[in-house]
């Protein structure tokens, strides 16, 4: 199996900050990583995937990047509504393998 | 709308069954593949099954291989997991969730859509 590392576990910025987590695979999976943001006590939403593509909807301030084993997600200007869990994922192969999840709050 | 609903959870003993259930409405569910993937409380995600849209392809995570069964009913919009001889690191929040595209293993394949999920417990 694939295994995702994700770092940092958790990060606390100001609003207005950049903010850069980081998801590292134990083999190369070209450019098929996605990242999703998981809310409090919600079900969790495609952000990016092919490690850069925008989904359709989500603001412009994320985005993605990288290739083979490492893979970077950015927010740009970080905002309130963006609290939340943010997973990547391995789309290369069965199973398909998460993130253990970074954890954002607001300063 | 376009949404997926889960229902059927519920508190279960170790070693019996249950039947999960997804509903889809608002797009063409026999063009996609679906999966399920689950969320033990506090944890993280872990993937559990996917099938392609017209049954022809299936994949299981290692922990649940031999016991857990995915299914889908094109006709009525319905995906299913049979979970069978169940144990208590099973308790999770069980998401249904839409592939981008209808084939596996099309080195994509990502979760564009998920239901708000079900809540299975595994206690005696």
């Known amino acids: 199996d694939i295994q995702m590392t994700q770092s940092p576990s958790s990060v606390s910025a100001s609003v207005g900050d950049r903010v850069t987590i980081t998801c590292r695979t134990s083999q190369g999976i070209g450019f098929y990583l996605a990242w999703y943001q998981q809310k409090p006590g919600k079900a969790p939403k495609l952000l990016i995937h092919s490690a850069s593509r925008l989904q359709s909807g989500v603001p412009s301030r994320f985005s993605g990047s990288g290739s083979e084993t490492d893979f970077t997600l950015t927010i740009s200007s970080l905002q309130p509504e963006d609290v939340a869990t943010y997973y990547c994922?391995?789309?290369?192969?069965?199973?398909?393998?998460f993130g253990q999840g970074t954890k954002l709050e607001i300063k | 709308e376009v949404q997926l609903m889960e229902s059927g959870g519920g508190l279960v003993q170790p070693g019996r069954s249950l039947r999960i259930s997804c509903g889809a409405s608002?797009?063409?569910?026999?063009?996609?593949?679906m999966h399920w993937v689950r969320q033990p409380p506090g944890k993280g995600l872990e993937w559990v099954s996917g099938?392609?849209?017209?049954?022809?392809?299936?994949g299981y995570a290692d922990s649940v291989k031999g016991r857990f069964t995915i299914s889908r009913d094109t006709a009525k919009n319905f995906l299913y997991l049979q979970i069978n001889s169940l144990r208590t690191e099973d308790t999770a929040l069980y998401y249904c969730?839409?592939?981008?595209?209808?084939?596996?293993?099309?080195?994509?394949?990502?979760?564009?859509?998920w239901g708000q999920g079900t809540m299975v417990t595994v206690s005696s």
């Open positions: 994922q391995q789309a290369i192969d069965f199973p398909y393998t």
């Open positions: 608002g797009f063409n569910f026999d063009d996609y593949a």
């Open positions: 099938i392609n849209w017209n049954s022809g392809d299936i």
């Open positions: 969730a839409k592939d981008l595209y209808p084939e596996l293993r099309k080195r994509d394949n990502v979760f564009d859509l």
